[in-house]
């Protein structure tokens, strides 16, 4: 299978993700220290228009570890942004140096436009608060690996407004028929054009503010961040501030094979006391995040 660009998870099919996952089991060993030389000559750019720790960093690893290179564009000021260069024209010239192209920028639909021009394929990293499709990518493969995608019964808790993560991985559990509990305050709800979408697939899919409320009857709970950067108004941000926070008492009320992901960065919504109980798998989960992207690395630049 040879992927094109990777936009959101709408431009996927079950079959193509379940190929992903797969192709991710395999490559998992060469993510935990082996090496291979599966894209030796192939190069990929790296374009970070906004901060990045875990995506950028196992973009690179996943890259270094099969054999093949990274360009990366470096910090904003040090490139010709400044000088007042479109992101268009930017594209055009990286897509002369590399294979493959991640593009994460503070503007929805970026990636969508960059595909526009790009002679190579853009994965996109994060577009605003948009998509992050290689994200939930890892997302599945964790609660594949760490919990069972079949019969999934999962609360996104946080800032759903705001949240990609929580955008892509909502419309990708709909291909999986999973039971989704969307838990946030009422400022920061699913946007209705994703919840139309989420029906539209025949999603099972209730809304609560209460995480209390769902905790016991949940195999997964995925935590959000709440998206400061996004707030036009610091106020409004300081009002939901806080809103969730996963703590020891609370999980007295988890069923005992519970496990808790984040995508991270976590700012309070998760208590350290629960990093060391058996609920915890947000590290794992950004570990997976090599050997999917080297999965994804494959297929985009052609490689079986
Ligand atoms: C997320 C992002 O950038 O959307 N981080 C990530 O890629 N792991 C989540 C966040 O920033 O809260």
Known sequence: M???????MRDFSRDEIDIIL???????????GGKSTLLSGKILATLFFEPSTRTRLSFDTAMKRLGGEVIDFGALEASSVVKGESLADTIRVIGGYADAIVLRHPREGAARMAAEYSNV?????????????????????????????????IALVGDLKYGRTVHSLAYALSLYHADMTLVS?????????????????????????????????IDVLYVTRIQRER???PAEYLKVSGSYRVTEELLKKANENLKIMHPLPRVDEIDHAVDRTGFARYFEQSFYGVPVRMAVLAMAMGVE
């Open 22 to 32: 797969e192709k991710a089991i395999v490559l998992e060993p060469v993510a935990r």
């Open 185 to 217: 305050p009422q400022q920061l709800k699913m946007p209705d054009v994703i919840k139309k979408d989420l029906e539209k697939q025949g999603a099972n899919v209730r809304e609560t503010t209460r995480l209390d409320d769902v905790i016991g009857d």
């Open 121 to 153: 394929p853009i994965i996109n990293a994060g577009d605003g608060a948009g998509h992050h499709p290689t994200q939930t990518l890892l997302d599945l493969y964790t609660i594949m690996r760490e919990s069972s995608l079949s019969g999934l019964r």
């Open 231 to 233: 707030f036009p108004d």
């Open 2 to 8: 040879m992927l094109e660009h990777i936009i959101s």
